[in-house]
Nanobody, 130 residues
Framework: QVQVAESGGGSVQAGGSLRLSCGAS????????MAWFRQAPGKDREGVAM??????????ESLKGRFNISGMTQQRTETDLHLQIDNLQPDDTAVYYC?????????????????????WGQGTQVTVSS
């Protein structure tokens, strides 16, 4: 069973930075893909960024430039995924979730849909004050 757990959230002032981390273990497939999502109060969960099985990243168009995802998605039974967020804004306030799915995924915006991921962490809160 794949297990996923996030860490690194917190409260920051606008303009600050945070680095979120996700530990994932239990992979039994050679390839998998992983992603970060976020859900603000009263809003739907949205895809932030993902890493495809070949290691290539995909970012939500509206979030490009301030977010950087890193991690490995192949030939390991466990891995770490990170999300660096710079110049945080109050609109970034949300619970951030790490997600994983076993099997090869090619990446692209279609893989920013929550329905494509089977394994989820509990989430980590990010709060940005103005």
């Amino acid at each position: 069973q794949v297990q996923v757990a996030e860490s690194g959230g917190g409260s920051v002032q606008a303009g600050g930075s945070l680095r979120l981390s996700c530990g994932a273990s239990g992979f039994t497939f050679t390839y998998y893909c992983m992603a970060w999502f976020r859900q603000a109060p009263g809003k739907d969960r949205e895809g932030v960024a993902m890493i495809a099985s070949d290691g290539s990243p995909t970012y939500a168009e509206s979030l490009k430039g301030r977010f950087n995802i890193s991690g490995m998605t192949q030939q390991r039974t466990e891995t770490d995924l990170h999300l660096q967020i710079d110049n945080l804004q109050p609109d970034d306030t949300a619970v951030y979730y790490c997600a994983a799915n076993q099997g090869y995924c090619s990446g692209g915006s279609l893989w920013l849909a929550a329905r494509r991921y089977k394994y989820w962490g509990q989430g980590t809160q990010v709060t940005v004050s103005s």
